[in-house]
């Protein structure tokens, strides 16, 4: 799928560094949904989609539910739906192709669906991308441009002074990585143009903290100990900050982060939280005998100590720690692997199964 480089030497060479074009990466790429089926998810409402035209040369977006797609026939059109991973087991299929990289930093699969010319105009992302060529044609145009400017008079992130110096056109199979910060514009050449998106994601430090800060005061306990001043003099300066309570604050928040375990539980946690609109639907305790996988929209990962799953930690050692692992790792344990369980660990995956967030695995 990387055009003869392992993962390790994708990771080494092109990984956040260099664009890399694969010709026939996928033989036989089977779009994971019709243009049917991607309206069909566009118009409801816990499907994240966008509908770019440039009709007449004119820029617009409209947010979805998308009720009604414009006609095939139509040049200049194309529909972005986002999360596939979440709504098509084909579609996490094709995600989870991309489990070199680690699940933490892996976002979703996105698919658009464009007539003659449709693009969504020269841009860059924030973020790594493999773009997949899944039915129909796409000319790229992409640049290592670090002056791009974008146009303020558009409501999408079109960039005004695009200079590409590559251009190729990609067939189905075809596969285009880009990292980050890449300028990059691909048109739909002809109609039924279908390309994959594979996303990522990455935290700046200050939304990370923002993040992380809330949920670490929820894992220490400071009994509710009120500051107390009983040496406090009278003051003729009584605008300044007292010196001990700035120490009182100063060890209330070291104590949030510095507390065993609190860290580690609050990434974890924050890292495996379901995405917006997922719901999970309930189900029966394991029967015994059978294997389990994960749900397609569950995040599950875990640390030295811990397994987390669905913005949930749990402690796990020994035998049930490495079992934990391989379902984080391969999404499922095989009928053997459940049963070797600790009666606890047991009592857990039930609880999961019921929840919806792990299902029964038929052998
Ligand atoms: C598309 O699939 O049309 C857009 C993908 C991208 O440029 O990021
Ligand atoms: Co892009």
């Not at 409801?44 to 947010?63: C, I, N, P």
């Not at 390309?195 to 670490?216: D, I, M, Q, Y």
């Not at 009278?234 to 604050?249: M, N, W």
Request: hydrophobic share 45%; glycine share 8%.
């Amino acid at each position: 799928m990387l055009g003869g480089l392992s993962p390790a030497q994708f990771m080494h060479k092109h990984w956040q560094k260099q664009p890399l074009l694969v010709r026939q990466a996928f033989t036989n790429a089977v779009p994971p949904a019709s243009l049917k089926t991607l309206a069909a998810l566009a118009a409801q409402d816990d499907v994240e989609s966008r509908l770019v035209t440039a009709f007449d040369g004119e820029w617009k977006l409209k947010q979805g539910p998308i009720a009604r797609l414009p006609a095939m026939s139509k040049p200049g059109w194309t529909l972005l739906v986002q999360g596939l991973d979440q709504h098509l087991a084909e579609a996490r299929e094709l995600l989870d192709r991309f489990r070199f990289v680690p699940d933490a930093r892996l976002d979703d699969l996105m698919l658009s669906v464009a007539s003659d010319g449709g693009g969504v105009g020269p841009h860059f992302d924030s973020y790594d991308v493999f773009l997949i060529q899944l039915a129909g044609r796409r000319r790229w145009r992409i640049g290592a441009q670090r002056d791009a400017v974008l146009r303020d008079d558009v409501p999408l992130k079109i960039i005004g002074n695009f200079k590409p110096d590559d251009e190729f056109v990609l067939e189905p199979g075809d596969m285009l990585y880009l990292p980050p910060r890449w300028a990059h514009d691909g048109v739909a050449v002809g109609p039924g143009c279908i390309t994959g998106s594979v996303g990522f994601r990455a935290s700046t430090a200050e939304a990370l903290a923002a993040e992380l800060l809330p949920r670490l005061l929820d894992e220490v306990d400071s009994g509710g100990k009120l500051y107390s001043d009983p040496r406090q003099e009278a003051t003729s300066e009584p605008g300044r900050v007292p010196v001990a309570l700035l120490e009182f604050a100063r060890r209330a928040v070291e104590a949030a982060a510095q507390a065993p375990h609190a860290l580690e539980r609050a990434l974890g946690e924050a890292l495996t939280e379901p995405k917006a609109k997922v719901w999970f639907e309930p189900g029966e305790p394991l029967e015994p005998g059978l294997g389990a996988s994960l749900d397609r929209r569950s995040r599950m990962l875990y640390d030295a100590a811990h397994v987390f799953l669905n913005g949930e930690s749990f402690r796990a050692g020994g035998r049930d720690a490495a079992l934990m692992h391989r379902l984080a790792d391969r999404r499922m344990l095989t009928a053997p692997e459940v049963a070797r369980l600790s009666p606890g660990a047991r009592e857990l995956l039930d609880q999961w199964t019921e929840d919806g967030w792990v299902q029964p695995l038929k052998p």
